[in-house]
């Protein structure tokens, strides 16, 4: 029976599901076609099959040749079904044995020669595979990135004579092996860099510590973004699971995984053009957008009311969430996004309100940050100004830095994420509201005190939640078990700009 059966894997989402490539060789005039969803990109693979056998110098069987890719209802794309459909026309027609195919997996694009190809999804690819117990044979330019999964056998082969020669036994191919090395504190910018500015750091410290949501609001050239850039190099280590998630992300994205990328928390910062398409994720086949390749990191919006109003509008509901469904008519995607959003914003359109040289009347500045809706504003943890920086802070110091380092900071960050973990077994932003009643008691005074905050701001119940959480974060870094009246004050003192 000319029949062959080949294991692989399509891309839905972040997710790698079962496709079984069957291969069925009968008389009758030479023809090859493909059924079960293919794409333009599948269709098109019977020929560079035909070419990568004829070159490899394997007998391309001029029968009647039907390849069916199980389920018939996925859709299927891109070229990673070359290799198992290559293989399963060479087991049908008997030069590769049939028995060698057995809990393997094949996923690879082929060249003319025969050489092969880098494809994406190869992270979420190898973790099914290791989840069925099955080795999975791709590109050897992928195997670097098959080697980030602890336990899995992935085996990288640079031509489908490899691939065959590994099947029958001849000349086996290396398992992939773990390469990389890691990021170390060093790769990032220095937060030292940064002149003044003690109120801002303070504030990019506890947001780091407590994973809060930040918006620096201030003139331009006083350091916004700069001090956006240095929030990675004070964040705590990823764990192993976060870098599995982030890098599954990357590894189905346009872009594809940078294998030096490993463990560093991502910093994603979209130009203020960009669509609500590429912020949230989208196209026939949906990929994931900014808000999701930042997930586990930072996502950074410079020049906050310059982007389209919906397309900051499409944040609202993943900042809650922390994923995000792209629907289309013929399928749909879920996306995780738990991001940690940093904005930036001057305090009028030419951004020196307050000086001599400003002159944007009451209306221009209203209409400047009516741009950003309060919905959105309300999501924000905490807003904090940055004043003009003093110039003579900006001259060489002659003893040296007196500034803190990131090293510094970050030292403090990890004692207080870890006392977060201890206590609730996440960071601070993530409490619901039944865990904010037990983790956040406060005295009947400052329960007093933050009521009357609340309606002097005329803040809603959310942000209420949200300065007990920052005020929790504060008493971590501080190493109080309760949160204190100062704590408390301090995070009541970054909701100041929401009146």
């Not at 400003?358 to 943890?381: F, N, W």
Request: net charge positive.
């Amino acid at each position: 029976m000319n029949i062959a059966t080949v294991y692989s894997r399509a891309i839905a989402g972040i997710k790698a599901l079962p496709v079984t490539v069957e291969v069925h060789i009968s008389n009758g005039l030479p023809q090859l076609s493909i059924v079960g969803m293919p794409e333009t990109a599948v269709k098109e693979s019977k020929d560079r099959v035909r070419s990568a056998l004829i070159n490899s110098q394997f007998t391309f069987p001029q029968q009647r040749i039907t390849i069916n890719l199980a389920p018939a209802d996925l859709p299927k794309e891109g070229g990673r079904f070359d290799l198992p459909i290559a293989l399963g026309i060479l087991a049908a027609s008997g030069q590769i044995p049939l028995t060698s195919l057995e809990n393997k997996e094949f996923i690879g694009e082929l060249g003319l020669s025969g050489e092969l190809r880098a494809v994406r999804g190869v992270l979420p690819t190898t973790l099914a595979a290791t989840s069925t117990n099955r080795e999975l044979v791709l590109p050897a330019v992928n195997a670097n990135e098959a080697a980030l999964i602890n336990d899995a056998k992935s085996y990288g082969a640079h031509h489908l004579l490899e691939v065959c020669a590994h099947l029958h036994g001849q000349q086996a191919l290396a398992l992939a092996e773990k390469t990389f090395t890691p990021p170390s504190p060093a790769h990032y910018s220095d937060l030292a860099d940064v002149k003044g500015q003690a109120h801002a750091r303070r504030a990019l410290e506890i947001a780091a510590a407590g994973q809060h949501s930040l918006l620096f609001s201030g003139p331009p050239g006083t350091g916004k973004t700069m001090l956006a850039s240095r929030l990675p190099g004070i964040l705590t280590d990823m764990s192993e699971q976060e870098a599995v998630e982030s890098a599954t992300v990357h590894s189905i994205s346009s872009n594809g995984f940078d294998v030096e990328q490993w463990r560093q928390r991502p910093f994603r910062s979209p130009h203020h053009t960009a669509s609500a398409v590429a912020m949230v994720g989208g196209g026939s086949h949906p990929k994931p957008g900014e808000i999701s390749l930042a997930h586990n990191g930072v996502l950074f919006l410079d020049e906050l009311p310059e982007f389209d109003r919906r397309v900051l509008e499409v944040l609202r509901e993943p900042i809650e969430s922390g994923k995000i469904t792209v629907s289309r008519a013929a399928n749909q995607a879920d996306f995780p996004a738990r991001f940690q959003l940093v904005a930036a914003m001057n305090p009028c359109p030419c951004g020196y309100l307050g000086e001599t040289r400003c002159h944007c009347t009451e209306d221009q500045v209203r209409r400047y940050r009516a741009k950003v809706s309060g919905p959105l504003m309300d999501r924000i943890d905490m807003l904090v100004e940055v004043p003009s920086v003093a110039k003579s802070l900006l001259r060489p110091s002659t003893g040296g830095n007196s500034q803190e380092t990131s090293a510094e900071v970050r030292a403090r960050v990890n004692a207080a994420k870890q006392r977060q973990l201890k206590r609730a077994g996440k960071a601070n932003y993530l409490l619901q509201n039944k865990e904010i009643e037990k983790h956040c008691l406060l005295k009947e005074s400052d329960y007093q005190l933050v009521e009357r905050a609340i309606n002097n701001l005329g803040l809603s119940a959310r942000a209420y939640h949200r300065i007990l959480k920052v005020a929790r974060t504060i008493a971590d870094l501080a190493g109080s078990e309760h949160i204190q009246t100062n704590h408390l004050t301090e995070a009541i003192g970054y909701r100041r700009l929401d009146k």
